[in-house]
């Protein structure tokens, strides 16, 4: 059984700053990558930034340079502070995880309810 909970998020000014963080309920399983997802109104669900155990991370275009996305192996947390938020930045942020299995065929992804971020200018 695998939990995610994220939190943050909210209202914020253009040019603002916020912090995202998900918490990761693991029973028996360990936890693989983990990354941050975003879906705005209307469009697919995109990457924003992930990051494995090791501390490599990668990040989109438009999150490149402004986002900074972390982890905490020992507490299976991953945050993503977010600065210079535009209102394209608007959208339900995700966080997903890498669940690992003793059989890597059955590895799978689990993922968070999603928080919203509003942009407003």
């Known amino acids: 059984q695998v939990r995610l909970v994220e939190s943050g998020g909210g209202s914020v000014q253009a040019g603002g700053s916020t912090t995202l963080s998900c918490v990761a309920s693991?029973?028996?399983?360990?936890?693989?990558?983990m990354g941050w997802y975003r879906q705005a109104p209307g469009k697919q669900r995109e990457p924003v930034a992930t990051?494995?155990?090791?501390?490599?991370?990668t990040y989109s275009d438009s999150a490149r340079g402004r986002f900074i996305i972390s982890r905490d192996n020992g507490k299976d947390t991953v945050s993503l502070q977010m600065r210079s938020l535009k209102s394209e930045d608007t959208a339900v942020y995700y966080c997903?995880?890498?669940?690992?299995?003793?059989?890597?065929?059955?590895?799978?992804?689990?993922w968070g309810q999603g928080t919203q971020v509003t942009v407003s200018t």
């Open positions: 997903k995880a890498e669940v690992l299995r003793a059989n890597p065929n059955l590895n799978r992804d689990a």
């Open positions: 693991v029973l028996r399983y360990s936890i693989g990558t």
């Open positions: 990051i494995t155990r090791g501390g490599r991370s």
